[in-house]
């Protein structure tokens, strides 16, 4: 007897196999290994169960043999309905699965199905506390509400709870929030400003085993002092001071070894509670919330890895080696870093908010210094193309032997393209004359996907915008980068990620200097600048003979092959239009992103619509042979219960097609 149920249990295991190997060519579609595994096993056992239940054990099924058991009809059920069970139950899986983080650090696939079933729950019970603190902290509530102004304050109350009680990375995003003038109003900006993160420093046995693990060398070889104190400890890292063997002072960032475990955890939980928010409400949505969380989860990453700073650094302060403004950035060393450490300069100095000392001994003129610092910015914006994308009064300090300003912390370093160089020299331009004819052509550069036949209208809107701003002096940076912003947003349109950081920086910059001189005026400062720009432009050519002869011949040398051919090309021209065959054709199927669209869209319809015939006849067959009491009643029975299955199996492929190409375009 024990041999029996034994080999039953060996043949309902191999039915299990063809039935995993049947379901997913019928599903069609790239689906799960484990949610696959779990909707057969599921369908297997219930159906197996119920089979028995039902129909088995009033037989004696024991006695007989294997082939005469398949011959019975009854098991022809039974396998079919395990092959439905199972797509259905896997249907529900991706139903309930929620959109993951694009690039996680969790790499679901690399690891155990037992913890990927673990760190989902754990995912799920997260996150579900989260979407309660939301709840509890009338969040959900007040979003609905959130552009009616007696509503604002209540709201970014409830934002900054649910924030803070989360904690975490949390807390960080609500950090980072705060310095988005552009987009929330001064409500939000108060009451996130309030988020705190207290964070204790490493012990000292932790520092000693994460350097004596992760230096490329022996640390009695680099180093001959440690100050075991350190010198500020933050969320991602902290610092220590030390002595190189030569005697050079440095600075040692170590990165927090639970970091990533955090980073795993609750950076996924934030694009899920953003996506939730976001589908709650239309302010959200106009926020572009989601990218927002977006964008800081591929921030920290960086911030993670030290040696994407060590390249930042090493980048800056080549692009500032030659700067008239003298802004200094640490020298950094590379052969003593590594993911998880970083080592450069120590700068004895003042952050510019506790400088004041420093600024008497010198004599300095903080407008002069302010102005240096604005000036050196631009140049990194505009002509470098490397640029500091976090420049508040933490990250600019003031060295106390020489007087200059010091950039600090080089994790969140921006990078813009010539193109978007020269669409925010057309902006700055633009702005400096009042001209919305080139603050348009400005802004063409730095969108993605304008569309030109609706440039009268920007003109227009944007004409608005500056006539909000002429003749007023001060005008804060915040103010006008958030009124460009919105005629942005009204036309659909948005800013590549570079240049939104390049001007949410202005924004960091423009506050860092009323820091340093709270009389200075940036709008004025920028408006010089981009003046000065334009008449260096036109006097180059005579200040510089040599070098733009130079420049002149380097242009000509690549346009002269072109030149070449345009005899023969205007030729072929005026053939083909002579003989009749020059035609403007569009076809739609030409784009392979349109063609594959257009083909997967078909392909669908013709699955459903299959599935509905056959579902719609078997209907029919079957209620017709209801009413027949002839023998061949069993066939028309038959034909409508297969044509019913086939029906339920091409519905469910549709469906699961349908939400996996949902979650691959999110």
């Known amino acids: 007897m024990i041999f029996t149920y034994v080999e039953w249990f060996i043949q309902i295991g191999i039915v299990g196999f063809i039935v995993y190997f049947v379901t997913g060519r019928l599903m069609g579609a790239q689906v799960n290994f484990i949610r696959k595994v779990i909707s057969v096993a599921a369908s297997v056992i219930l159906t197996s169960v119920v089979y028995w239940y039902t129909y088995l054990r009033f037989t004696n099924f024991s006695d007989e043999s294997t082939l005469h058991i398949a011959m019975d009809p009854s098991a022809l059920l039974w396998v079919g309905c395990m092959l439905l069970l199972s797509m259905l139950f896997y249907l529900i899986s991706e139903l309930v699965d929620p959109l993951q983080l694009n690039g996680s650090v969790d790499n679901t696939q690399q690891k155990s199905w037992w913890r990927r079933i673990r760190n989902h729950w754990r995912h799920q019970k997260r996150l579900r506390y989260i979407l309660k603190m939301a709840v509890t902290n009338g969040l959900s509530r007040t979003i609905k ?53 207290n964070v204790d420093p490493l012990a000292p046995e932790k520092v000693h085993h994460i350097l004596y693990n992760e230096l490329p060398y022996d640390v009695s070889t680099v180093f001959s002092y440690i100050d075991p104190t350190p010198l500020a400890a933050a969320s991602i890292g902290q610092v220590h001071k030390a002595v190189l063997h030569n005697g050079e002072r440095v600075i040692i960032k170590l990165l927090r070894p639970e970091v990533k475990e955090v980073l795993r955890d609750d950076l996924g939980l934030l694009v899920d509670f953003s996506t939730w928010l976001t589908s709650k409400s239309a302010w959200a949505e106009s926020l572009s919330f989601r990218e927002l ?3 800081f989860a591929e921030t920290i990453r960086e911030e993670m890895d030290f040696s994407l700073e060590v390249r930042n650094m090493m980048q800056m302060g080549k692009s500032l080696e030659n700067n008239i403004y003298h802004i200094h950035v640490p020298k950094v060393y590379p052969q003593y870093s590594a993911h998880n450490i970083l080592v450069m300069e120590y700068i004895d100095g003042e952050s510019v908010s506790d400088a004041a000392n420093i600024f008497s001994a ?15 910015f631009f140049e990194q914006l505009l002509f470098a193309g490397v640029f500091h994308a976090d420049p508040h009064p933490g990250n600019i300090h003031v060295e106390r032997a020489s007087g200059e300003p010091v950039l600090l912390d080089f994790g969140s370093v921006g990078r813009l393209a010539v193109q978007q160089q020269e669409g925010l020299k057309l902006f700055f331009m ?53 009124m460009i912003f919105e005629v942005v947003r009204h036309y659909g349109l948005k800013f590549r990620s570079s240049v939104a950081a390049a001007l949410r920086s202005l924004v960091t910059l423009e506050g860092t200097l009323h820091v340093i001189d709270p009389t200075f ?36 040398s690549t346009l ?9 090309r205007l030729d072929r021209l005026v053939q083909l239009v002579e003989a009749g065959k020059v035609t403007l054709h569009h076809d739609l199927f030409s784009d ?27 209907v029919a067959l079957l209620a017709i042979a209801q009413f027949i009491d002839e023998m061949y009643a069993v066939y028309l029975n038959t034909a409508s219960y297969m044509g019913l299955f086939l029906c339920a199996i091409l519905l469910v492929r549709v469906s699961v097609q349908a939400l996996r190409d949902e979650k691959d375009t999110k």
């Open 145 to 197: 509400y959130a552009r009616q102004p007696e509503s604002q304050r209540e709201l970014a109350i409830g934002l900054r709870d649910t924030l803070e009680k989360s904690g975490g990375m949390f807390i960080k995003f609500g950090q980072v929030l705060s310095t988005r003038k552009e987009l929330f109003s001064p409500v939000f900006i108060d009451e996130l400003e309030k988020l705190q993160h």
């Open 293 to 295: 969380a977006h964008g």
């Open 362 to 376: 010198h004599g300095t003129n903080r407008k002069d210094f302010a102005r240096d610092i604005l000036y050196s």
């Open 430 to 482: 633009g702005v400096q004359q009042e001209d919305a004819d080139i603050l348009f052509d400005g802004i063409v550069l730095l969108v993605d996907d304008i569309d030109i036949t609706k440039r009268e209208k920007m003109e227009q809107s944007i004409s608005q915008v500056l006539m909000r701003i002429s003749y007023l002096d001060n005008i804060p940076a915040e103010e006008l980068v958030g």
């Open 521 to 556: 005026d940036f709008f004025d400062e920028a408006k010089a600048f981009s003046a000065e720009y334009m008449r260096a432009s036109i006097t180059k050519p005579f200040r510089e003979p040599m070098e733009t002869k130079k420049r002149l011949e380097e242009e000509f």
């Open 560 to 568: 002269l092959p072109q030149l070449r051919k345009l005899p023969r």
């Open 592 to 618: 392979p992103t349109s063609a594959n669209f257009v083909r997967m869209l078909f392909s669908r319809i013709i699955l459903l619509a299959v599935g509905v015939t056959f579902g719609i006849i078997s």
